[in-house]
């Protein structure tokens, strides 16, 4: 089975400041990972993805993400936090087996940005 | 534009009645899931179907059903079954080419 484990429920950073949210996953097959960002009362919003290529991806909004096998990580990261960058961040694994996008999610990391 | 909509955005139940949210995509993906989100759990599969007339359980399909009569459409209800029904309920859509899921922009039940 799959899981997908976002450390940190919330997390607070200044304007201008790195972001830095955390996910690790556990799969028995090569993964599928994805970020997505939700915005109050809203739906998901894909950010970006690791589908076996680069293993470090870029994605929208300044987002990117390293893919770690040996730690089994896929952290997200941008450089210089904007206030339009509050919301509530996802990580997701993909169960590819038998095919279709069945994904299974973290609890999520509300990211907050102070002035 | 091509997109999943979802309607209502809001919807109120009285205990013991039964609710159907409404799911139309417009992208011909041949797959569309259900999830319910709780504060501080995520999201959970309830649902998905990966083919027209066919359908699977998620992992908390207890208390709901859907059908799958057209391709662009997936709706789910929540039944009297459902003991604890108030929650945000996202529906996606996928298709075998492509690597994600894209998402409806919700419908939040309340039990009243």
């Known amino acids: 089975a799959q899981s997908v484990t976002q450390l940190g429920s919330h997390v607070s950073v200044s304007e201008g400041a790195l972001v830095l949210l955390r996910c690790n996953y556990s799969?028995?097959?090569?993964?599928?990972l994805f970020w997505y960002v939700q915005y109050p009362n809203q739906g998901l919003q894909l950010l970006l993805k690791?589908?076996?290529?680069?293993?470090l991806v870029k994605g929208i909004n300044g987002f990117e993400a390293e893919f770690k096998k040996s730690e089994t990580s896929f952290h997200l990261t941008k450089p210089s936090a904007h206030m339009s960058d509050a919301a509530e961040y996802f990580c997701?694994?993909?169960?590819?087996?038998?095919?279709?996008?069945?994904?299974?999610f973290g609890t999520g990391t509300q990211l907050k940005v102070e002035l | 534009d091509g997109g999943i909509t979802q309607s209502p955005k809001y919807l109120f139940r009285k205990e013991g009645q039964n609710v159907t949210l409404s799911c139309e995509q417009n992208?011909?993906?041949?797959?569309m899931y259900w999830y319910r989100q709780d504060p501080g759990q995520g999201l959970r599969l309830i649902y998905y179907?990966?083919?027209?007339?066919?359908?699977q359980k998620g992992d908390i399909a207890e208390g709901y059903s859907v059908s799958r009569e057209k391709k662009e459409s997936f709706p789910l209800t929540v039944t009297s079954a459902q003991k604890n029904p108030t929650a945000f309920y996202l529906c996606?859509?996928?298709?075998?080419?492509?690597?994600?899921?894209?998402f409806g922009q919700g419908t939040r039940l309340t039990v009243v």
């Open positions: 996606a859509s996928s298709d075998w080419t492509i690597t994600e899921a894209f």
């Open positions: 799969s028995s097959v090569p993964p599928y």
């Open positions: 690791y589908t076996s290529a680069a293993t």
């Open positions: 997701a694994v993909s169960d590819q087996t038998g095919g279709g996008n069945k994904l299974t």
């Open positions: 992208l011909n993906h041949d797959a």
């Open positions: 179907s990966q083919i027209v007339n066919d359908f």
